[in-house]
């Protein structure tokens, strides 16, 4: 069951097109740290304190997605009976793409809501220390459309994912996303890969470097999922945190303890099909929501497949062989 989750949040987010948090972590990240014994492959979750809209847990550095998704389902669970839950988790790993957690209760007819902090790679405003994770802060919500409204995205311009997967592909990053310990802007992916593990560059949160483009809001809200994150579970923060003992927030928000659910998506649903519906910039084919192209990405690669790019089609081979594993890949 557990090996299923993980499995089901890493096939989600390659369905998505979120490259970042798919099979190109599997090595890197999980693979990787539970060969070097910095995170354990059995998730033993423990309840910590418990009231009847809250929880609190101790992931003991298990699975994040294994953590995450039980999270949500007491969170989710609580909503149904309570109208309102909330479920926080200390010492963890990374969990993958939230947005798979925030749509777990929009399923349900729920609001979802979650976050996460991670190892520190984003400088606030004005500094050039990377301090913050890049600290999502996820909602998905139901409508009466083929998808939810699922905003998921961190609070930094890109994240360290990003920075990987040019890497792989020998791209150099955009101006403006990444700066030195000097404030000055790094395209080299792997320049900048070597000097975010030292803490001599750092992400830059949404909007940029300064307040001129409106960077303290990014900092802002990574700030506030910082916060949700480890001080309500006593969890480690900022400079602390190296990969593990990440904390998560899990909030559901049952939609039929205010109005009836098909209300809700229909509301919903208009709302973003009036905003689609906007009159379009010159020489832009369309407007889309929050989740659309996810979805839209997910019809075509059910059909055609996940592309696998020639680096983690090595990584694969080299996982395999190191565990003895008789089968081949179709692309071999």
Do not use: W
């Not at 890497?167 to 975010?196: C, F, H, W």
Request: charged share 20%.
């Amino acid at each position: 069951m557990d090996a299923e989750i993980c499995r089901d949040v890493l096939l989600d987010a390659d369905h998505k097109g979120l490259d970042t948090h798919g099979i190109n972590r599997l090595k890197p990240v999980y693979y990787d740290r539970v060969l070097a014994g910095k995170q354990k492959p059995v998730t033993e979750l423990e309840l910590i304190r418990e009231g009847p809209t809250t929880a609190v847990f101790d992931a003991n550095n298990g699975m994040g997605m294994v953590a995450a998704h039980k999270s949500m389902e007491v969170a989710v669970s609580k909503a149904k009976e309570y109208g309102m839950g909330m479920v926080v988790v200390r010492n963890s790993t990374h969990y993958g793409i939230a947005g798979y957690y925030a749509e777990m209760a929009s399923k349900r007819g729920v609001l979802g809501i979650t976050g996460t902090n991670a190892r520190p790679s984003v400088a606030p405003t004005f500094g050039v220390e990377p301090m913050l994770g890049t600290n999502p802060l996820t909602f998905s919500f139901p409508t009466d459309e083929a998808f939810p409204f699922t905003l998921d995205c961190a609070t930094s311009i890109i994240q360290r994912g990003k920075v990987e997967v040019a890497a792989r592909n020998r791209k150099q990053l955009p101006q403006g996303v990444v700066i030195d310990a000097y404030g000055e802007s790094l395209i080299n992916p792997g320049q900048t890969l070597d000097a975010l593990l030292s803490g001599n560059a750092a992400l830059l949160p949404l909007g940029g470097a300064g307040e001129e483009t409106g960077g303290y809001k990014g900092y802002g809200y990574a700030t506030v999922v910082e916060i949700l994150s480890s001080a309500l579970q006593q969890g480690f923060f900022l400079r602390s945190i190296n990969g593990v003992n990440l904390g998560h927030f899990f909030i559901a928000i049952d939609v039929e303890a205010f109005i009836e659910l098909d209300e809700f998506k229909h509301t919903a649903g208009s709302i973003l099909g009036e905003l689609r519906s906007a009159r379009r910039a010159p020489g832009e084919p369309r407007i889309y929501t929050a989740g659309e192209k996810e979805y839209l990405t997910s019809l075509e690669r059910r059909e055609k497949g996940v592309p696998v790019t020639p680096g983690v089609q090595i990584e694969l081979i080299a996982m395999r062989d190191e565990q003895n594993l008789k089968y081949r890949f179709s692309f071999e």
